[in-house]
């Protein structure tokens, strides 16, 4: 598996810069994942950017007070101009290939060239420049995790990704407590359905915990709380870490969402499974022997899919590296 941080993004786009044509004249984003690593590209290189919708009705976003490298005519389609387009990431390239006839089609008179930070094999044909590869279906990037397609098939936290953790004085597993549930402010709202919220809250705060989902538009199929009477008594137990990782080592999930840095290299570590914290934006790796022990668990035939997937992953890695000299 594969994971893009932030900070990956950046470094990678340091990367991609000396690639690039130093002719460009414009920088254009498309929406939405495309607009970050745009705007980086564009502040790099100190020329003017806009999104493609801006783009296409030829308007171009303001620039402040900071004065550019090239300038651009305030209708963008009065002359030619070198014209970078710009998305996170190609893969199959459906999206791309929609762009590439739509601008076919308007005939328009510029120069134009598509980048992306990372391209699959499959998707690499479609773009004049990309800076690294990235295996098909095996990738996961910071920007996007929490609106991914798979996470019906995930497991997620709630205090600390849904919704602010609570603070010591609200953490009296009374009416503060209470209240704390009732009113606590989101914070990332999954767009779909999620396969299963597993959360340290004691399970006679379900009916508070189930209205606040609702509250907020949150779909689940299952909410798995913990068993413990009291606050007391589920510290005694070890926390949350231990009894979320039991549970998501039973589970056919594929991925859990945690906010706690610790509790996410507990959860690893009992699942054998991969963990991304919130918190710290970083994808948290289960060790060799937790992911055999998780591996035996299924079976024969679970080696044989790993065997073959390292075997994949490392002919992709000398591909890529073969690329990149």
């Known amino acids: 598996m594969e994971f893009k941080s932030y900070a990956d993004l950046g470094a990678d786009i340091i990367h991609l810069l000396p690639k690039l044509p130093r002719d460009i004249d414009l920088v254009v984003g498309i929406p939405r994942s495309g607009i970050a690593p745009a705007a980086m590209i564009g502040l790099h290189l100190n020329v003017p950017m806009t999104d493609l919708a801006g783009f296409l009705e030829g308007r171009v976003m303001a620039n402040g007070q900071r004065r550019m490298r090239r300038s651009v005519p305030a209708d963008l389609h009065e002359r030619p101009l070198n014209v970078l387009i710009v998305d996170d990431a190609v893969g199959k390239g459906e999206q791309l290939r929609k762009i590439r006839e739509d601008l076919a089609v308007r005939n328009l008179k510029h120069n134009i060239k598509f980048a992306v930070i990372y391209a699959t094999s499959v998707g690499e044909p479609l773009v004049d420049y990309y800076s690294r590869r990235?295996?098909?279906?095996?990738?996961?990037?910071?920007?996007?995790?929490?609106?991914?397609?798979?996470?019906?098939?995930?497991?997620?936290?709630?205090?600390?990704?849904?919704?602010?953790?609570?603070?010591?004085?609200?953490?009296?597993?009374?009416?503060?407590?209470?209240?704390?549930?009732?009113?606590?402010?989101?914070?990332?709202?999954?767009?779909?359905?999620?396969?299963?919220?597993?959360?340290?809250?004691?399970?006679?705060?379900?009916?508070?915990?189930?209205?606040?989902?609702?509250?907020?538009?949150?779909?689940?199929?299952?909410?798995?709380?913990?068993?413990?009477?009291?606050?007391?008594?589920?510290?005694?137990?070890?926390?949350?870490?231990?009894?979320?990782?039991?549970?998501?080592?039973?589970?056919?999930?594929?991925?859990?969402?945690?906010?706690?840095?610790?509790?996410?290299?507990?959860?690893?570590?009992?699942?054998?499974?991969?963990?991304?914290?919130?918190?710290?934006?970083?994808?948290?790796?289960?060790?060799?022997?937790?992911?055999?022990?998780?591996?035996?668990?299924?079976?024969?035939?679970?080696?044989?899919?790993?065997?073959?997937?390292?075997?994949?992953?490392?002919?992709?890695?000398?591909?890529?590296?073969?690329?990149?000299?």
């Open 134 to 325: 990235v295996t098909p279906l095996r990738h996961f990037f910071a920007w996007n995790i929490i609106h991914h397609y798979a996470i019906n098939e995930w497991c997620f936290d709630m205090d600390g990704v849904l919704c602010r953790d609570c603070s010591v004085e609200e953490d009296d597993d009374g009416s503060k407590y209470r209240n704390f549930l009732k009113t606590c402010e989101p914070l990332f709202l999954p767009t779909m359905k999620i396969g299963w919220l597993i959360t340290s809250r004691l399970e006679k705060y379900r009916p508070e915990t189930e209205a606040w989902l609702k509250r907020h538009g949150v779909e689940w199929d299952n909410l798995l709380m913990h068993p413990a009477k009291t606050l007391e008594q589920r510290r005694a137990e070890g926390g949350g870490g231990p009894f979320k990782g039991k549970l998501y080592k039973k589970l056919p999930a594929g991925m859990f969402i945690e906010s706690s840095l610790g509790e996410a290299e507990q959860i690893a570590r009992i699942s054998g499974k991969y963990v991304f914290c919130v918190d710290e934006q970083e994808m948290v790796k289960p060790n060799a022997v937790s992911q055999i022990r998780a591996l035996s668990r299924k079976g024969p035939r679970a080696y044989l899919r790993y065997a073959k997937r390292m075997i994949g992953n490392l002919q992709h890695a000398r591909k890529n590296s073969a690329g990149l000299r």
